[in-house]
């Protein structure tokens, strides 16, 4: 608990916090209890940058009978590659769009929400073209956009 705050404002520099994909049968196990539970479906808005896993997910739905809904986009600067970070908004927005409605990480699954689009504080240049990319991609999709706000540290 003592590092609980520390964990929640810097998530990416806890190694352990990085590590879902090696959890996949805790995952699965997870999910069919969900699913004995009435569950019937999930969002997983993990997006390009950290490690979304499109196959894996296409493959935890068929296991547990679940339906998983994946997200569309880029998460917080630190995740966007170099490439992502050069790319205009008219370039992210065709990407999104593309992971909608053909499929994502060069596959035929296709995301079903877009997000989460994550902002630090201050905003960076390449997470406000992200943004103002998932909302053109929302405009011309109609789908939900899972928006992760930075946080503006209180004065002190």
Do not use: F
Request: charged content about 20%; some cysteine; glycine content about 10%.
């Amino acid at each position: 608990m003592q590092h609980m705050y520390w964990l929640r404002q810097n998530s990416y520099s806890s190694h352990e916090n990085l590590l879902l994909q090696q959890e996949t049968n805790a995952v699965r196990d997870e999910l069919r209890v969900y699913k004995q539970a009435g569950g019937g479906a999930i969002v997983e808005n993990t997006t390009t940058g950290i490690d979304r896993d499109m196959p894996k997910l296409k493959q935890l739905a068929q296991d547990t009978g679940v339906h998983i809904v994946a997200g569309a986009g880029y998460y917080v600067d630190c995740t966007h590659s170099e490439a992502t970070k050069r790319m205009t908004v008219e370039q992210l927005t065709d990407v999104i769009v593309s992971e909608v409605l053909s499929g994502a990480d060069g596959t035929d699954i296709r995301c079903g929400v877009i997000g989460e689009i994550g902002t630090g504080w201050p905003i960076t240049d390449s997470e406000a073209r992200v943004l103002r990319a998932s909302a053109h991609a929302q405009a011309r999709l109609g789908c939900p956009v899972i928006i992760h706000p930075g946080r503006n540290p209180a004065p002190r």
